[in-house]
């Protein structure tokens, strides 16, 4: 099996430790494969845990049990191989566009001239030619999340990771992100999990869908899905409509519990 | 021409203060002994300039102050940065940092004499200690609040820890360590010349205790407004510094 899928997550349980109060099963044996140039949702109500999962396969939070493989290595720290797509964009506000974009390639040292070029194909890539030397401050919230995906894909992960990299947009440009992150996939494959809990978002972007349960988050079901990306209206189709209610249907339970599970405020 | 007449309104209140100080003199409102007009400070001033005093005085406070509070800026960001990501480090130096806070420095004078005797060692040591206080505090709780997003996605881009501490928590940590370096540079003012006034033989504070005691009370005048205008010039270009340091907040 570990030949077929480049991410393979077996069995795993984390519990989160707040510095103050009772701890909280987080994940209870989470089992997932992704395999190679796929594009998987993860989907569920928010505080199941999928953002959790992301960051232990990103190897940001020790794995407390059970094992994740990326191409059959045990994933015990974050590397290149991965790299991560965050909402709230992360990018470092003190360095320009190009800066940021400059930054992992820096790291991996890249020749100057290289990499460089490098960047300013991924800022042409991304659209946001002309604003190379602004800072983030100055950014409206797409080009923002712009800037993080092209400084992410510039020093080419084999594998990205998004948690919730739309949730932060206004309606308008998450449909054309969400249009935009699709045409860039399908001109640079990689393997892509994303963390969503948008129905529709997942449905429309993803290959295969992980609904996860209410905390502690588990894989409730693993559901394939198929969108024509080249019809426009596709999102008004009758099987895209159909599927995202059965989708709905999964999770709606999944996220009265977790409503029911939510501290009084 | 509008920034310059703004700036001229901000200082109004000095001129008044200046022209009120001048005139309470020349009315006998006030025992020119206590407070001597302040023309007859300026002319003590350009005396004190002439002779050379003020300068060899100035030369002397300003290096023991900069490096003073230069030792601080490094030695207290260090410790701030550490005790901020080094959890067991911080265990071990917190307690340390909270019992030394409220202590009033100048009670360190004479301790720091006893260390070092009367020369610049005293002085720098104290400045150093007292200094470092703020710059711990600015640095710890600026890294502390550094995003954890931040130091993933350099770690993922492969930015190993030393790394990501120039790189990310360093400048995460930046607008707060500056705000404790600017606090830290008007307490070095207060040490500098507190120290001087009590034990030495040179600086700005044996410059206005010596002309005290010696009844050169326009010259003590001379020397104290000198030092008044060096903190307030000092803190104004700090402030710009600032400013072109983190432009990129906007």
């Not at chain 1, 990299?165 to 999990?193: C, H, Y």
């Not at chain 2, 309470?24 to 001033?45: E, F, H, I, M, Y």
């Not at chain 2, 490096?67 to 701030?80: K, S």
Request: one cysteine or more; hydrophobic letters at 45%; a positive charge.
């Amino acid at each position: 099996m570990d030949g077929q899928s480049q991410i393979v997550i077996e069995r795993v349980n984390h519990t989160y430790r707040p510095p103050r109060g009772r701890s909280v099963l987080a994940l209870s044996d989470v089992s997932l494969e992704v395999r190679p140039r796929e594009f998987l949702a993860l989907l569920g109500p928010s505080g199941c845990g999928k953002s959790t999962l992301l960051y232990l396969v990103g190897g940001f939070l020790p794995i407390e049990a059970g094992r994740i493989a990326v191409k059959g290595k045990t994933v015990t720290a974050p590397g290149p191989d991965r790299g991560i797509v965050f909402q709230h964009f992360a990018l470092f506000p003190w360095k320009t566009v190009r800066a940021n974009i400059l930054y992992g390639l820096e790291r991996q040292g890249m020749p100057r001239a290289e990499r460089e070029r490098r960047a300013q194909a991924f800022i042409d890539l991304v659209g946001l030619s002309g604003f190379e030397d602004s800072y983030p401050s100055q950014l409206s919230g797409g080009m923002k999340q712009r800037t993080a995906i092209a400084r992410t894909l510039a020093f080419d992960p084999d594998i990205l990771l998004m948690d919730e990299p739309f949730g932060a947009l206004d309606a308008q440009t998450r449909a054309l992100m969400q249009t935009e992150l699709l045409s860039i996939w399908n001109r640079t494959p990689k393997t892509v999990i994303f963390v969503t809990h948008d129905v529709q978002e997942a449905v429309y972007l993803a290959q295969r869908i992980a609904v996860m349960s209410a905390r502690p988050g588990r894989i409730k079901a693993v559901i394939e899905t198929k969108v024509d990306h080249r019809d426009p209206g596709v999102t008004r189709s009758k099987e895209f409509v159909e599927k995202v209610d059965e989708i709905w249907n999964l999770v709606r339970e999944e996220a009265i519990k977790a409503e029911a599970k939510k501290p009084s405020a | 021409m509008q920034a310059v007449m703004r700036a001229g309104l901000r200082y109004l209140p000095l001129v008044l203060l200046a022209l009120a100080w001048e005139a309470v003199t020349w009315l006998n409102l006030v025992d020119t002994s206590a407070l001597p007009p302040l023309s007859k400070v300026a002319v003590a001033w350009i005396d004190l300039i002439r002779d050379g005093e003020l300068i060899d005085n100035g030369k002397a406070s300003l290096y023991r102050g900069s490096v003073g509070l230069l030792l601080a800026v490094f030695g207290g960001g260090g410790l701030g940065l550490l005790m901020a990501r080094w959890r067991l480090f911080d265990n071990f130096v917190n307690p340390l940092v909270e019992l030394f806070y409220p202590l009033p420095k100048s009670a360190l004078i004479p301790v720091t004499v006893l260390w070092l005797g009367f020369g610049d060692g005293s002085k720098i040591l104290l400045i150093f200690l007292g200094c470092m206080i703020p710059v711990t505090i600015g640095a710890y709780n600026g890294a502390r609040g550094s995003d954890h997003a931040l130091v993933w996605s350099a770690r993922s881009m492969g930015a190993n820890r030393l790394r990501m501490m120039w790189d990310v928590i360093l400048p995460s940590a930046l607008p707060e360590l500056l705000n404790g370096i600017r606090t830290a540079l008007a307490l070095a003012f207060i040490l500098l010349v507190s120290s001087e006034l009590i034990v030495s033989q040179q600086g700005f504070g044996y410059l206005i205790g010596y002309l005290g005691s010696t009844g050169s009370y326009e010259g003590m005048y001379a020397v104290v407004l000198t030092v008044a205008f060096l903190g307030f010039a000092a803190d104004r270009i700090y402030q710009l510094f600032i400013q072109w340091l983190l432009a990129w907040r906007e």
